[in-house]
């Protein structure tokens, strides 16, 4: 039987994996950062209210520039991130991850690169591999910061075309300070003009700002975003970018031809409108989340301050062995191959419980 082997697939792909997590029949899954809380019943009804009225049109192709669901995610950004946004400066696309492949389509390609500061989200780098554009891993502290003097060296060494910072960083939860963020841009800026693209993807659980308003005077900056965490619609795959206006035309010459369906734009428009029902949900996944930290802890686990709606903690001698004894309790967390270190999603309270309880159970018997 042929095999990928037996194909001609590019170099830079042999050997590699495709990105994914376990999706294993246990009775608490908190591996895959999703929002553990269902969409409102109200919310239901108004998608399904939204996506009647596109289905009459189902022959026609949609709007092409989703012109009104970049005015109302402008609208949010604008109200939530402190910062006056337009259509303009908005672009949306099939989830975060396709507004990764379009900016390096762009931006990166054949004969440039690409840098990010690892751990952080691997699909940086895959995605860099599937466009052809060179992947350099960058440098972080052993406590998981960015190392700024090292991260400074290595742009001015490397010179990249486009530098990823993810904040809050998955896997390991912790933001990047604003003034790091800065100083990394005007790095960019001096090796050679490059595009410096801020990941925010769970900046609705920070303790913080986001960084969209870093936008202003910045033209080579860019802010991504997802509906799929604090939106609770990770089965809508919808992504969006902030930038200057001059970005938003550049990914154009990119995207496929009438890339969000119809009822992609409905879904997210009606998800929109009940913004301050699903911001709630994201108060209470933080509460959870600081709560995790707190009794991982008073357990005696090592933890990441996290930002994010999930946890890194550790550390352990045998990561898989851990993560495999926390699965045989019915408990499914992240093995992200960072050594000693394991993931856990903030889930609702009864399944947080069931989680700390079989970390408990685990500590005790690593310490017997």
Do not use: C
Not at 149 to 164: G, K, N, Q
Not at 263 to 274: D, F, N, P, V, Y
Not at 285 to 310: C, H, I, M, P, Q
């Amino acid at each position: 039987m042929t095999g990928i082997d037996d194909l001609p697939v590019r170099d830079e792909l042999r050997g590699k994996s495709p990105y994914g997590a376990p999706q294993l029949d246990v009775p608490v899954r908190l591996n895959t950062n999703e929002n553990p809380y269902p969409l409102p019943e109200p919310l239901v009804e108004r998608i399904t209210e939204r996506v009647r009225e596109a289905a009459r049109d189902l022959n026609r192709y949609p709007d092409r520039d989703a012109v009104q669901l970049r005015t109302e995610l402008a609208r949010y950004l604008t109200r939530t991130g402190k910062h006056p946004l337009g259509v303009e400066n908005v672009w949306a696309a099939n989830g975060s991850n396709e507004v990764i492949q379009q900016l390096l389509q762009t931006f990166g390609g054949p004969g440039r690169t690409a840098i990010g500061f690892e751990p952080s989200y691997s699909m940086h780098a895959l995605i860099a591999r599937g466009t052809g554009t060179g992947w350099i891993s960058g440098p972080r502290a052993e406590d998981f910061t960015i190392d700024l003097a090292a991260a400074e060296r290595a742009i001015a060494e490397h010179r990249p075309d486009v530098v990823f910072i993810t904040t809050p960083n998955n896997p390991t939860g912790n933001a990047v300070p604003p003034e790091t963020v800065l100083a990394l841009y005007e790095a960019a800026q001096a090796a050679k003009p490059s595009m410096v693209v801020v990941d925010e993807a769970y900046v609705e659980f920070s303790h913080g700002d986001s960084l969209l308003p870093l936008l202003a005077g910045r033209p080579h900056l860019v802010v991504s975003r997802t509906m799929s965490k604090a939106f609770g619609a990770a089965g809508l795959r919808l992504g969006y970018l902030a930038a200057d206006p001059a970005v938003v035309d550049a990914v154009q010459l990119v995207r496929l031809p009438y890339h969000l369906s119809a009822i992609t734009q409905a879904t997210a428009l009606a998800a929109l409108e009940h913004t301050d029902t699903l911001l709630g949900y994201v108060e209470q996944l933080k509460s959870e989340r600081d709560r995790l930290v707190a009794e991982l802890r008073a357990t005696g686990y090592d933890v990441v301050e996290s930002d994010a709606n999930f946890v890194q903690f550790g550390r352990f001698d045998d990561t898989h062995g851990a993560w495999q004894k926390i699965l045989d309790r019915g408990v499914l967390v992240r093995d992200n191959g960072v050594p000693g270190w394991l993931r856990v999603s903030a889930g609702t309270p009864a399944e947080n419980d069931a989680f700390l309880d079989a970390v408990r159970d685990l500590k005790k018997e690593l310490e017997a």
